[in-house]
């Protein structure tokens, strides 16, 4: 069982807007302005989309926002584009030196 | 372009240990700064965070699996490594390697990950 939960699904038509929830505790999401979030295609290695709950890496579409409330993170896809479908995960500094994710969502574009 | 790789065994037999080593191309770990982590994923399912090792050798892990976890560098060679002891099926993931600019923030370059499977 992972640490922050997530919806195990989500979906959205091209050009909708869709947002994704990351709920942990105080101890993680709640505690730290440390969230960030991760796409996933199949077979490769996650990507880096959002840092520190708001910020975009360079590269990164301005259509991918971040924001916090409380113990609950969400990760904001604006304009859904076909090629935003993939596995997204959220992860949280936890404390005591301790870094915990999201168990996923799998992001379909209909 | 920094790169990181992943190699070892991609089988291991159930009770044995694990061994994996990261290899940094175009960048130095000895420069500091960064956290080197480990970060699995068993088929299907999601990311799990195992630890990270800063350049001067100090570590820091999950507590989960932290009892079987030891990871080590070697500054020389530009490497870190992982050992998972005393391995169960439960162990059977995807392992990556990362890198990350805080102990507390993001993996910003990933290694393409490998699989390792615990069997007989």
């Known amino acids: 069982q992972s640490a922050l939960t997530q919806p195990p699904s989500a979906s959205g038509s091209p050009g909708q807007s869709v947002t994704i929830s990351c709920t942990g505790t105080s101890s993680d999401v709640g505690g730290y302005n440390y969230v960030s979030w991760y796409q996933q295609n199949p077979g490769k290695a996650p990507k880096v989309i959002i840092y520190?709950?708001?910020k975009r890496p360079s590269g990164v579409p301005n259509r991918f926002s971040g924001s916090k409330s409380g113990n609950t993170a969400s990760l904001t896809v604006s304009g859904l584009q076909v090629e935003d479908e993939a596995d997204y995960y959220c992860a949280s500094y936890a404390g005591s030196n301790n870094v915990v994710f999201g168990g996923g969502t799998k992001l379909t574009v209909l | 372009q920094l790169q990181l790789q992943e190699s070892g065994p991609g089988l291991v037999r159930p009770s044995e240990p694990l061994s994996l080593t990261c290899t940094v191309s175009?960048?130095?770990?000895?420069?500091?700064?960064?956290?080197w982590g480990w970060i699995r994923q068993p088929p299907g399912k999601g990311l799990e965070w195992i630890g990270s090792i800063y350049y001067n050798g100090k570590t820091y892990y999950s507590p989960s699996p932290k009892s079987r976890v030891t990871i080590s560098v070697d500054t020389s060679k530009n490497q870190f490594s992982l050992e998972v002891s005393s391995v169960t099926a439960a162990d059977t993931a995807v392992y990556y390697c990362?890198?990350?600019?805080?102990?507390?923030?993001?993996?910003?370059?990933w290694g393409q990950g490998t699989l390792v499977t615990v069997s007989s």
């Open positions: 175009g960048g130095s770990i000895s420069s500091g700064g960064y956290y």
């Open positions: 990362a890198r990350s600019s805080t102990l507390l923030g993001h993996f910003d370059y």
């Open positions: 520190e709950v708001t």
